[in-house]
T-cell receptor, first 114, second 110 residues
Framework: GAVVSQHPSWVICKSGTSVKIECRSL??????MFWYRQFPKQSLMLMAT?????????EQGVEKDKFLINHASLTLSTLTVTSAHPEDSSFYIC??????????FGPGTRLTVL | SQKIEQNSEALNIQEGKTATLTCNYT??????LQWYRQDPGRGPVFLLL?????KEKRKERLKVTFDTTLKQSLFHITASQPADSATYLC?????????FGSGTKLNVKP
């Protein structure tokens, strides 16, 4: 089946620094990638939809200047959390679309901001 | 928007029994509904998709039903095994929007 990887799998950073998370579709091309955030024992919340070669579409309440998304190729999308604060600590998950109704999820990245 | 409701209490069952999980939505009938499995610290893994015009879908020991009158989907795992223990999420899709439920944790005891 389709494989999506994320790097790093976990990261700890100091408050005020920026962190970049990569999402790669390893064996298929994904014109659309999605970024989610999940807090403990809560649902996945869609943050943004990223289409290759165009600007990401952010969900209501998600700061686009804080969560920078780049989708430069059909196999790579990046999420940069800028000026991270402790409240940004969460589990970030990406998924890659392989059709109108199919998403393959990455393994997630645990971000801890001290 | 949609509100997706899944039982937040864990479901504890004995190995070999059938587990039944519920997903209710509040507003528009979705174009499709999906079920995912999520293990701790991992991303969701797709299990089954059922469309608006389908009543039931099966895949090996898994069965999904979709009742648009009740605004509900049921997810069944027959002959459950301890390896089935995980959190199961439902996803509802309509009008180009995805909505995930918060998931129900299933514990299958040997």
């Amino acid at each position: 089946g389709a494989v999506v990887s994320q790097h790093p799998s976990w990261v700890i950073c100091k408050s005020g620094t920026s962190v970049k998370i990569e999402c790669r579709s390893l064996d298929f091309q994904a014109t659309t990638m999605f970024w989610y955030r999940q807090f403990p024992k809560q649902s996945l919340m869609l943050m943004a939809t990223s289409n290759e070669g165009s600007k990401a579409t952010y969900e209501q309440g998600v700061e686009k200047d804080k969560f920078l998304i780049n989708h430069a190729s059909l196999t790579l999308s990046t999420l940069t959390v800028t000026s991270a604060h402790p409240e940004d600590s969460s589990f970030y998950i990406c998924s890659a679309g392989a059709g109108a109704d199919t998403q393959y999820f990455g393994p997630g990245t645990r971000l801890t901001v001290l | 928007s949609q509100k997706i409701e899944q039982n937040s209490e864990a479901l504890n069952i004995q190995e070999g029994k059938t587990a039944t999980l519920t997903c209710n939505y509040t507003n528009y009938s979705p174009a499709y509904l999906q079920w995912y499995r999520q293990d701790p610290g991992r991303g969701p893994v797709f299990l089954l998709l059922i469309r608006e015009n389908e009543k039931e879908k099966r895949k090996e020991r898994l069965k999904v039903t979709f009742d648009t009158t009740l605004k509900q989907s049921l997810f069944h795992i027959t002959a459950s095994q301890p390896a089935d223990s995980a959190t199961y999420l439902c996803l509802v899709y309509n009008f180009n929007k995805f909505y995930f439920g918060s998931g129900t944790k299933l514990n299958v005891k040997p």
